[in-house]
């Protein structure tokens, strides 16, 4: 297993941008692909985007619509989200997530989570 550390969450305003960072450790992070998810208060978990461990292949949700960019280095073990033109419905605590298999994979079901960073956006 990998262990996921993220940082970067906070509050912004609407129309802002964060950048969100996961710092892994433990197993080869190149061989995983690795995504992110969020979860807002009485709702349930949902998929946001991942990238392949070679970072050739990304997979974003369909509300993302253009906003948010997953990219990775693997020099520096860390995964990214740059999210632009943020709204009131992106708050959430966003999770790191890691796996072994495809971007298709990772996002029916992680084999590895990070313990999550808050983003709020206030209107």
């Known amino acids: 297993q990998v262990q996921l550390v993220e940082s970067g969450g906070g509050l912004v305003q609407a129309g802002g941008s964060l950048r969100l960072s996961c710092v892994a450790s433990?197993?080869?992070?190149?061989?995983?692909?690795m995504g992110w998810f969020r979860q807002a208060p009485g709702k349930e978990r949902e998929f946001v985007a991942a990238i392949s461990w070679s970072g050739s292949t990304t997979y974003s949700a369909e509300f993302v619509q253009g906003r948010f960019t997953i990219s990775r280095d693997n020099a520096k073990n860390t995964v990214y989200l740059q999210m632009n033109s943020l709204k009131p419905e992106d708050t959430a605590v966003y999770y790191c997530?890691?796996?072994?298999?495809?971007?298709?994979?990772?996002?029916?079901?992680?084999?590895?989570w990070g313990q999550g960073t808050q983003v709020t956006v206030s209107s």
């Open positions: 433990g197993r080869t992070f190149s061989s995983y692909s």
């Open positions: 997530a890691a796996g072994v298999g495809s971007v298709y994979v990772l996002r029916r079901g992680p084999e590895s």
